[in-house]
């Protein structure tokens, strides 16, 4: 027998959903919507591909943002985008350019929700990339033309266990990081976990370790 709800509490319900406050997706790319089923499955190799397009587009959502608010780089040789969102609401962009001979790391804050962009603070670093660094992020350059690095890394890491023995584990948590690298073979896009630990992620981790460390940000007022 199927139970029926009296209308009172049916209201009440009704009343709690439209009453409760409405927040603004994050827009998704069409290369992030699911695909439909009924068609022959994917390689992993297809998998990893549309996974990267995806993630590839929705970072040049928020490089277009950061370029509208601050401009572009020139001479741009890395972009890197942090794709999770600050506690402050904001996403992280940083670009490496060369400039006379010398790195420059353009590291920008832009808002996550275009449709409550007034409490986030807006944040620009534009500093001189050191030269230990600078060293490093050149040879990562030259690694990143490797035919051995997949553009989308599969979200696996390797654990120790108690007995010394390893195994891999899924990555279920989503922090992803996006990177367009300049390399001798032509311009390469790549998404690693931030976790991960291959010459893409040390690449990464290395650039935003730069702007980490930095004293030279300048944030204006929400």
């Known amino acids: ?56 587009d929705r970072a040049a959502i928020y490089e277009g943002r950061a370029n509208t608010i601050f401009g572009s780089a020139i001479n741009l040789l890395v972009s890197v985008v942090d794709l999770a969102v600050s506690p402050s609401g904001a996403v992280y962009v940083y670009a ?47 690694k990143a033309a490797s035919p051995d690095l997949p553009g989308y890394a599969e979200r696996m890491e390797v654990v120790v266990n108690p007995d010394g023995s390893h195994r891999s584990v899924l990555m279920l948590d989503s922090h992803d990081v996006v990177s367009r690298v300049q390399t001798a ?7 690693r976990h931030i976790r991960q630990t291959d010459d893409v992620a040390k690449l990464n981790e290395l650039i935003i370790g730069v702007a980490n460390v930095s004293s030279g940000w300048d944030c204006k007022a929400p």
């Open 185 to 191: 073979s032509g311009e390469r896009d790549f998404s």
């Open 96 to 142: 490496v350019s060369e400039v006379q001979g010398a790195m420059i790391l353009d590291a920008r804050s832009v808002p996550a929700d275009m449709d409550q962009p007034g409490s986030v603070p807006v944040c620009h670093l534009h500093t001189l990339i050191p030269d230990e660094a600078a060293a490093e992020i050149s040879l990562g350059l030259l």
């Open 1 to 56: 027998m199927k139970r029926l709800f009296p209308l009172p509490l049916i209201s009440a319900l009704l009343a709690t959903c439209f009453a409760a406050p409405a927040f603004a997706e994050i827009p998704m790319p069409e290369s992030c919507e699911p695909r439909i089923a009924g068609v022959a499955l994917a390689t992993a190799s297809d998998a990893g591909e549309a996974q990267l397009a995806c993630d590839v």
